[in-house]
Nanobody, 125 residues
Framework: HLQLVESGGGLVQPGGTLRLSCAAS????????IGWFRQAPGKKHEGVSC????????YYADSLKGRATISRDNVKHTVFLQMNSLKPEDTAVYYC??????????????????WGQGAQVTVSS
């Protein structure tokens, strides 16, 4: 059974930087994709980035493109989402999720079956 644990959330000022981590355990990730999603009050659930654990292909939604970098450490089974130039509208609960890497255009996987508990990111002065 795959377990995902996010960390690294917190309060950051506008223009600041934050790095989220997603530590995975319990399943071989070679054929999996890890995605980052966010949910803000009153806004729709949004997929913001993903990475193929096999070939390292990445995707960024327009809302984060140019301001974020997703990376993986296959030895530690951890995925990172580095976010720069943060804006108040980036405030949300960020979730990482895992699904079969079916090379879907966009968010790497058609179905994310495993989810972490979420990490709050608040961008405010």
């Amino acid at each position: 059974h795959l377990q995902l644990v996010e960390s690294g959330g917190g309060l950051v000022q506008p223009g600041g930087t934050l790095r989220l981590s997603c530590a995975a355990s319990g399943l071989n990730l070679d054929y999996m994709a890890i995605g980052w999603f966010r949910q803000a009050p009153g806004k729709k659930h949004e997929g913001v980035s993903c990475i193929s654990m096999g070939n390292g292909n990445t995707y960024y939604a327009d809302s984060l493109k140019g301001r974020a970098t997703i990376s993986r450490d296959n030895v530690k089974h951890t995925v990172f989402l580095q976010m720069n130039s943060l804006k108040p509208e980036d405030t949300a609960v960020y979730y990482c999720a895992a699904g079969i890497d079916d090379d879907r255009q966009g968010m790497c996987s058609t179905s994310y079956d495993y989810w972490g508990q979420g990490a709050q990111v608040t961008v405010s002065s």
